[in-house]
DNA sequence: ACCCATCATTTGAACGATCCAAATGTGGTT
DNA sequence: AACCACATTTGGATCGTTCAAATGATGGGT
């Protein structure tokens, strides 16, 4: 319909600006900005014309110029990790990609070696690109990250809890003792009494969390959490872990804090010569592509959710600038995904 | 020793300005902008006393205020895909944004559903974001995105070569046949004679490159590329394909297009009675961490160099003005990691 | 002493948008 | 008719940087 044929996007000098459009409309340019930042401040018939022009011509405020003037960037950054990770870092990153667009921000990436280069880096960040608030990811206990953004007045949001309760910033997380507790319920449901937990080291955080589900779990069903074997996340070190537990016969399901160690499990059970999910189911944690192709039930995080609520919180933060209210929290509520190595059959 | 005590990061107005640094160092702002971007221009010892009021300042260009005038951002976009993918962008990621760094450039990201969605957004980023240009990945036959920057005038690189041979763009691939040829040659090497292949549906791309250097490494030695199974990339039909291959009991090595089919043949072969690695080796492709947790023998892309790579190309064309020459491509061989699943014991 | 060439440095004007304050138009009230 | 309140519009000034052209300093050569 409108603006039909040539597309005047780049015009004879380039591209459109406000004032080209204000010219073409037969207004001033700061009444384009205005039907554009504060249109209750123009009249219903000017901003008709204006908004045409702004059509006709393809205009685009160009965001370095804004920028420039209210030092604000619309990007948000975030850190891009070296290690394996957990495996659910590129659907977070989708997802965060996705919500940002939605209320128009971009993700900005940088890495960092450790915690201190990425507070080093900060300031960088900040002054050089505009960066206007930061989404930070894998929380742990002694995390200094965040009080040293607090003291530089740079806004951010957290996937994870402060694990030693000192943060005083705004996070979303997922609630892991739900999880594991959603497993166990699932496994006490298909009749299974002896249920193991293989986690990670003791220690403040996800793994504790973790494993507080399935204690909590057990106990609800009047069942002794007392089986119990601990790993660093990978293999070799996790099939030795497993093969504790199974050495105990009586044991016919294990709940994992993540899906390499119920990998791990898996492995070892088949070096038994007993069969997953008919012998001893396996439960893990994350949903990865991994536990997809092996057919591992696991625990899913709701990612879209969790990059939403980031977004959401840290945009509440950066537009209105309400400072004073305290901080929120959102705890999101995983779901457990049933697949053969859980099967009933 | 210089500078030290008080910081003057933040001093009363906020950050340092060019102005701020001319003043300090008696000089005009241009002649500190030359001695950042022009230091040929600048009597040394000018020089040298400006860049001490630099350091004393902790001066940092705004970023903002120099894309203006410039009409350069220092930013590349990066699309990241919703579908599961091969299991290597996460370190690909990694890889792309320390070296852009190492230039002086950042990544920013952004999603589309489809190519279409994708070429509809280029404008969108480069007008309003003023992104200097694209990497793109995951090139396929029909691809039609670098025909449609390349008429916007907006540089790009692509992971991947252009399959239907019309690119004129610059490139970074990892030469698949290459590392078929390894696998196949490392299986040869260790006695096996009848080794067959588990590819994708045929059709020109990644899958038949592949392919190809098992039938190449294959006829070298004397043997007969002949057993061949396909599948889509998904454990369930990779396992029926899989099988159809291990019915032929004389097959004693498979090599995989994929990790996730290498994956669905070891499950196969754990289903016919037999031992991946003693009766079956398995060698499959991209190194996922999901071969590492089910020590599987990979062909492993060098992702930091194809990212090195790309950035080179990229930032070759956008900070020279070297129009004229051809443009540039690379392609990396990549390497085998061997593990239980090809092991000679 | 003069003039010109050469280099180093400074000045003035953009880049495109927003902020602030001031100027215009509109209507109602006295 | 003069006035005021209010809604709408406009004109600089400004953010920090770079580009283009103008100025100042220096040093021969004649």
Redesign the interface.
């Known amino acids: 319909m409108a603006g039909s044929g040539t597309d005047r996007?780049g015009g004879p000098t380039g591209?459109a600006t406000l004032s080209s459009v204000a010219a073409r409309a037969g207004v001033s340019p700061q009444t384009v900005s205005n039907v554009l930042n504060s249109p209750q401040l123009v009249r219903s018939d000017t901003a008709a014309r204006v908004r045409a022009a702004v059509r006709d011509l393809g205009y685009?405020?160009?965001?370095?110029?804004r920028?420039?003037r209210t030092r604000r960037?619309q990007?948000l950054a975030l850190r891009?990790?070296?290690s394996?990770?957990d495996?659910v870092?590129?659907r977070f990153?989708?997802a965060l990609?996705?919500a940002a667009?939605d209320r128009d921000y971009?993700?900005?990436?940088?890495?960092a070696q450790d915690d201190a280069a990425e507070i080093a880096a900060y300031?960088?960040l900040a002054?050089?690109?505009?960066v206007d608030g930061f989404v930070l990811t894998s929380t742990h206990p002694g995390d200094q990250r965040t009080s040293h953004l607090a003291e530089r007045g740079i806004p951010c949001v957290t996937f994870g809890r402060p694990w030693d309760g000192s943060g005083h910033h705004p996070w979303v997380d997922v609630d892991g003792a739900a999880g594991t507790r959603a497993a166990t319920d699932h496994l006490v449901a298909a009749g299974h009494r002896r249920i193991g937990f293989l986690g990670w080291p003791a220690g403040p955080g996800v793994g504790d969390d973790r494993q507080a589900g399935w204690e909590s779990a057990m106990t609800a069903a009047g069942l002794a959490p007392d089986r119990l074997a601990r790993s660093s996340n990978d293999?070799t070190q996790g099939r030795a872990a497993a093969a504790e537990l199974l050495n105990d016969p009586t044991i016919t399901a294990l709940v994992c804090v993540s899906d390499?160690l119920a990998?791990?499990a898996m492995a070892e059970i088949?070096a038994h010569g007993r069969k997953v999910g008919q012998d001893v189911a396996v439960v893990g944690f994350d949903d990865?592509?991994?536990a997809?192709?092996?057919?591992l039930s696991s625990v899913n995080q709701p990612l879209a959710e969790v990059a939403s609520a980031c977004i959401r919180l840290i945009t509440t933060i950066l537009d209105s600038s309400a400072a004073g209210r305290p901080p929120e929290r959102v705890l999101l509520t995983p779901s457990l995904v049933v697949r053969a190595s859980s099967g009933t059959r």
């Open positions: 996007l591209r685009r405020p160009h965001r370095a110029a920028q420039l960037s990007v891009v990790e070296a394996p990770g495996g870092f590129d990153l989708h990609t996705d667009t971009r993700i900005m990436l940088y890495t300031s960088e002054d050089r690109w505009d293999l390499v990998l791990a088949a990865t592509d991994v997809q192709v092996a057919g």
